[in-house]
């Protein structure tokens, strides 16, 4: 694992570090950074499914800032141990040992997406806000976990037809990851299960549920 990254310049790596911190109190509070041919790829996941059976679909926030073009990484990281090299305001400081996130093992496609259509920021900050209150009302003052996952599932997983159709958590990390600003219009992008809303900021990115499908069940016996 590389002891830093090195930014095109300090406003860069300021950057990277307002994203982790964002992405700290989001999700599982890692992030993920890809690194190649001069562009890192940083995302986290502020919604993904904790089991297989689980309704909620995976929703990663993605920022990508000029860098280092020797480095060449793939590695997940806690946000909170990101920080800005004091004596040289260029680089970022990483941890010394990496993080396991299963979200990380799903890489959205490169290629292949086609035109699905628009969003205005203000729709997306409007639902955000929305579904922020939903979530605030429903969650009991002294929720488990598994209470909190539900509430937030029920309420960021659901496809919202103000929406055009994408996930309300879409709007959701668009807000709390600082993406959405001024009367900007988002470009939405599909591709397999795959869906991206693009702003200035940053990129949404949702993938709906993909489950093998089961054979009928057949009786089976005499007659």
């Known amino acids: 694992m590389p002891s830093r990254l090195l930014f095109a310049d300090p406003l ?3 950057d990277a570090v307002t994203f982790a911190r964002r992405a700290v109190r989001l999700g599982d509070g890692n992030v ?3 690194a190649e041919s001069g562009v890192l790829a940083l995302s986290s996941a502020p919604l993904a499914p904790a089991t297989l059976l689980e309704e909620t679909p995976t929703i990663l926030g993605m920022r ?7 480095l060449v990484c793939d590695l997940v990281v806690e946000a909170s141990a990101l920080s800005v090299d004091a004596d040289h305001p260029h680089a970022v400081h ?7 996130a299963s979200w990380a093992g799903i890489s959205p496609p490169r290629s292949g997406w086609e035109p ?5 920021a203000a729709a997306l900050a409007a639902r955000a806000q929305w579904g922020i209150a939903a979530v605030a009302r429903a969650v009991p003052a002294d929720a488990g976990e598994d209470a909190v996952r539900a509430v937030r599932a029920a309420v960021w997983g659901p496809d919202d037809p103000e929406l055009g159709g994408v996930p ?3 709007a959701f990390t668009a807000f709390a990851l600082g993406f959405i600003a001024g009367e900007e219009v988002a470009a939405v992008r599909r591709s397999g299960p795959w869906t991206r809303v ?10 709906s549920t993909v489950r093998s499908g089961l054979t009928a069940v057949r ?4 007659g």
Request: charged letters at 20%.
């Open 12 to 14: 860069a790596a300021a």
């Open 198 to 207: 693009s702003l200035s900021r940053g990129h949404v990115l949702t993938r």
């Open 219 to 222: 009786t089976t016996g005499l």
């Open 32 to 34: 993920r950074l890809r």
């Open 168 to 170: 309300l958590g879409v």
């Open 94 to 100: 990483l941890p010394d040992t990496g993080q396991t």
């Open 64 to 70: 990508f800032l000029a860098v280092d073009p020797e």
């Open 116 to 120: 699905a259509g628009e969003i205005a």
